[in-house]
């Protein structure tokens, strides 16, 4: 597996507070759910301290009126603060559960979306493993930080700071040495937070790692299987799981030191408290009610701050999760419209751009020629691919490219359709240069059908109708019937609404690929690409496409990837590609002429074309 895909962002070694404020105001777009969970937290704080003052009342009270102290209203008391006490932890509940649903809600959507507008070469160095955890499990754990988390620190620090007042305003000086154990609590937790962040960090990215091996896995468990790699996959597997492994045993021990020392200085601080507050006490220095509460804070002293420390590390486990989600939800696209074309997008559809139609620029509806001037292109990791290409199409040409792997050719219509920008020089469209054109405008106007069409889980129907959902069923079959798909799904069980499966894992190859041909021409493209459309597909079924090609060609600007050379003979212009440069160019009749390149090809393929159908006992036509 390609390191390349194990990608990982760099992070800091501490806690990073401006990470967290921008997760946080994702959250102050709930206003509504965050300001009553604050009040909530509040409450919650303030009636476990009347607990233990109203325990002091009462014990004084017992102590200095025996039984004629006034039970009815120290009850009254208690229950009062019970009332409130349920009424809060219902309210919390209620509301921090949503506000985490809401928030997991709305980062899920504006990843999603952030996705949508990406370049390719994006996705070139990220796994669909690695993306698949951040829209969930990453999402899910900073919505839970956010939501219960923000609950927990708000009453922890109110609680905690009640507290300190309190032991303040009973006996300063008591207060002041159960206070004193604060100070290498904090150290305890400075170092420990760093430590757990680290192990928290690795845990993380092992998770992502084993997530996208187990997405690339079963993609290619066809592969794996006649190939007999199991053994070899599972040792690999392996070894990640083990670095998982390893990294969560880290973090659990330093888990299990971190909680008790803290559980062990806040019973310190107890002792302290009924050391001296014992012989105050016996010296008549101290009521026994004053006792019992500084003992009862002393020990609930560091219950809130266990509470912060166990949240604190969350946070620390988290950030790392919420530094992927950020980093994502503010990558910039490296191609996207410049600020002069939004600001003509913004003028012409008097409304927002995001909530836009896709508008048209300057009021160019067609596009009647493509060029490339001077053009350079590289990807981000390897050798430039083209250099100084120049081409120029004009709209109703059929431009066939075809010449050795690697030769640059699907890197052209990549080009074309703006999945990827030159390096240098230009690419135009009638005229101007393609990126002073909306982006939207342009890829609406693209027709593509790959080598492997993906077919998404529907109907058939709904698979020709994905690119233009406002066409009528007449205009879904008209377009199957174009490109000779009519017949076959007229003859499946429910026509065109039969499902196709998951992938279009229903249909034959062949099936796939008429079914995508029918797709791309409903949308009505005026550039059209074929990237080996027919390449994998068996004879008859290309023979269906051929039949429908010059339909699907008329009056377009077309694109021909082709290994198989009889899909291209009626091409208008034959380039032969080789090292990013066009090495010959003319009709199928004159390149033969030449005896070059193309004609090595021609008479290879047909040569073994013919061979083939001898030994098949069938004609054969090249």
């Known amino acids: 597996m390609s390191a390349q895909f194990h990608q990982e ?14 997760i946080f105001r994702r959250a102050l777009r709930f206003k509504h ?41 120290y009850l009254a008391g208690y229950g009062a603060v019970t009332f409130v006490l349920c009424a809060s932890v219902w309210s919390f509940i209620n509301l921090a559960g949503s506000l985490s649903n809401h928030l997991a809600h709305d980062i899920r959507r504006d990843s999603f979306e952030k996705l949508q507008q990406l370049e390719f070469a994006f996705f070139d160095t990220r796994p669909v493993g690695w993306l698949i955890s951040r829209l969930t499990s990453d999402c899910d754990r900073l919505a839970r930080v956010i939501g219960w988390g923000f609950l927990d620190i708000t009453w922890g620090f109110t609680f905690v700071l009640m507290i300190a007042v309190s032991l303040l305003y009973m006996n300063w000086r008591l207060g002041l040495i159960v206070l004193a154990v604060v100070p290498p609590l904090a150290l305890i937790s400075k170092y420990f937070q760093r430590k757990m962040l680290l192990s928290s960090r690795e845990i993380r990215k092992f998770n992502s790692q084993i997530t996208a091996s187990y997405n690339e896995s079963i993609q290619g468990v066809r592969t794996t299987k006649t190939l007999v790699r199991e053994p070899e996959n599972l040792v690999e597997f392996q070894q990640l799981s083990t670095q998982m492994f390893a990294a969560s045993v880290l973090n659990a021990r330093q888990t299990s030191i971190y909680f008790p020392l803290v559980t062990t200085l806040g019973s310190f601080a ?35 701050i266990n509470q912060l420390a166990q949240r604190l590390t969350e946070m620390q486990g988290a950030q790392a999760a919420g530094e992927r989600v950020m980093s994502l939800l503010e990558t910039v696209p490296a191609i996207k419209d410049s600020a002069a074309v939004l600001a003509r997008i913004t003028a012409q559809s008097k409304i927002e751009i995001r909530d836009s139609k896709i508008a048209q620029d300057g009021g160019v509806a067609n596009i009647t020629g493509i060029e490339f001037r001077d053009v350079t292109f590289r990807y981000e990791t390897g050798p430039v691919v083209l250099q100084d290409f120049n081409l120029t199409v004009r709209a109703g040409e059929t431009i066939a490219l075809v010449g050795p792997s690697g030769g640059g050719k699907s890197t052209i219509v990549s080009l074309v359709c703006r999945f990827y920008e030159p390096v240098a020089g230009q690419v135009l469209l009638n005229g101007t240069d393609y990126r002073e054109r909306p982006l939207a405008w342009l890829q609406s106007s693209l027709g593509i059908v790959l080598q492997t069409p993906h077919l998404f889980k529907g109907t058939v129907r709904e698979n020709i109708r994905y690119g233009r959902l406002d066409a009528t069923d007449a205009e879904v079959e008209a377009a199957a019937k174009l490109v000779n798909a009519h017949e076959f799904i007229s003859q499946m069980e429910k026509g065109y609404d039969t499902p196709v499966g998951e992938g279009g894992n229903r249909l034959s190859s062949g099936q796939r690929q008429l079914l995508s041909f029918a797709r791309a021409l409903l949308a009505n493209p ?65 390149l033969l002429q030449q005896r070059g390149h193309y004609y090595d090809l021609y008479t290879s393929q047909f ?7 001898v030994l098949e006992g069938t004609p054969g036509a090249a």
């Open 9 to 22: 962002d760099e992070f800091h070694d501490r806690l990073d507070t401006g990470l967290w404020w921008k």
């Open 33 to 73: 759910l965050l300001f009553p969970l604050f009040f909530t937290a509040v409450v919650l704080a303030v009636c476990d301290a009347l607990y233990v003052q109203i325990t002091r009342w009462v014990i004084d009270g017992v102590v200095h009126q025996g039984a004629a102290a006034p039970f009815a209203r």
């Open 270 to 304: 107890a002792g302290l408290a009924l050391w001296r507050g014992g012989y105050l006490t016996g010296s008549h220095a101290m009521s026994l009610g004053t006792l019992v509460a500084f003992v009862n804070f002393a020990g609930q002293f560091f219950n809130p």
């Open 526 to 590: 005026q550039i059209f690409v074929m990237d080996e459309a027919t390449s994998s597909i068996d004879t008859e079924t290309e023979q269906l496409i051929q039949r429908g090609l010059e339909t699907i060609f008329a009056g377009r600007i077309s694109f021909v990837i082709a290994h198989r050379l009889s899909t291209i003979r009626r091409a208008d212009r034959i380039l032969v590609i080789t090292g990013g440069r066009i090495e010959e160019s003319g009709t199928h009749a004159e």
């Open 607 to 613: 040569r073994r074309e013919r061979e083939e159908a």
